[in-house]
């Protein structure tokens, strides 16, 4: 049974920092991309970043480069989002997904929800102003 779980989420002012984790459990996790997706009430769930099938490639939204690092340790089967200069518009649900059907990066394909076989039930992030 494929399990796939966030942590990390909370309040935290503009400006500030928060690391997310994804622990995924019950799949090879060498063999699945990782990427991390936000909501918010009323919108449609957006990419915010990705990395590649055994860590090689990373990817982000426009929005977040230069801000927010991908990164994982496969020995752990976890994947972190460290999100710096957060804006109080960054206010979501935070949700890490697993695919092995995803496009390989340089392709922007990760953004799409539809590729992603596994999904957590989401950590919330909020940042207040």
């Known amino acids: 049974q494929v399990q796939v779980v966030e942590s990390g989420g909370g309040l935290v002012q503009a400006g500030g920092s928060l690391r997310l984790s994804c622990t995924a459990s019950g799949l090879t996790f060498d063999d699945y991309a990782m990427g991390w997706f936000r909501q918010a009430p009323g919108k449609e769930r957006e990419g915010v970043s990705c990395i590649s099938s055994g860590g090689i490639s990373t990817d982000y939204a426009d929005s977040v480069k230069g801000r927010f690092t991908i990164s994982q340790d496969n020995a752990q089967n976890t994947v972190y989002l460290q999100m710096n200069s957060l804006k109080p518009e960054e206010t979501a649900m935070y949700y890490c997904?697993?695919?092995?059907?995803?496009?390989?990066?340089?392709?922007?394909?990760?953004?799409?929800?539809?590729?992603?076989?596994?999904w957590g039930q989401g950590t919330q992030v909020t940042v207040s102003s």
């Open positions: 997904a697993a695919s092995c059907r995803v496009p390989s990066l340089p392709k922007r394909d990760w953004i799409g929800p539809g590729w992603y076989d596994y």
